[in-house]
C-alpha cells in the first residue's frame, strides 16, 4: 500500500522556523517527483515546492522564495520542507505528494497524498 506521511508541523512564531518530513512506505520515493503543498481555511490548494526525482531541479512558489527549501533523502526514502522566517500568512495545512511523471507544482499533477500537518504562525 502507497503512503506518505507528513510530520513536523506546529505552532511557531513570526520569524521561526520549522522542518516538514514526508517519508513514504510501500514505494520506493526514487521514481517519484515530490511536491509540497498547502491549504489554508476557504482557500485553494496552492503548490509551494516541488522537487524532481534526480533533486536536481527544484520549483518554489513566489511567496516562499528565499526562505523555504526542499530537499530530499532518497537513502532514507523522505523528503524534508526548510520552512524559515515564517509568516503568519504561511498558516495553513501541509500535504506532500508524489508524482510519476512530473515536477512541475500543480497539484492535479500529483496522485498520492498524505494526509497533512497543520502549520501555524502566531504570535
Known amino acids: 500500500q502507497l503512503q506518505l506521511v507528513e510530520s513536523g508541523g506546529g505552532l511557531v512564531q513570526p520569524g521561526g522556523s520549522l522542518r516538514l518530513s514526508c517519508a513514504a512506505s510501500?514505494?520506493?520515493?526514487?521514481?517519484?517527483?515530490i511536491g509540497w503543498f498547502r491549504q489554508a481555511p476557504g482557500k485553494e490548494r496552492e503548490g509551494v515546492s516541488c522537487?524532481?526525482?534526480?533533486?536536481?531541479?527544484?520549483n518554489y512558489a513566489d511567496s516562499v522564495k528565499g526562505r523555504f527549501t526542499i530537499s530530499r533523502e532518497n537513502a532514507r526514502n523522505t523528503v524534508y520542507l526548510q520552512m524559515n522566517s515564517l509568516k503568519p500568512e504561511d498558516t495553513a495545512v501541509y500535504y506532500c505528494?508524489?508524482?510519476?511523471?512530473?515536477?512541475?507544482?500543480?497539484?492535479?499533477?500529483?496522485?498520492?497524498w498524505g494526509q497533512g500537518t497543520q502549520v501555524t504562525v502566531s504570535s
Open positions: 505528494a508524489a508524482s510519476a511523471y512530473t515536477s512541475n507544482c500543480r497539484p492535479t499533477s500529483y496522485a498520492y
Open positions: 510501500g514505494f520506493t520515493l526514487d521514481y517519484y517527483a
Open positions: 522537487i524532481s526525482k534526480s533533486g536536481i531541479i527544484t
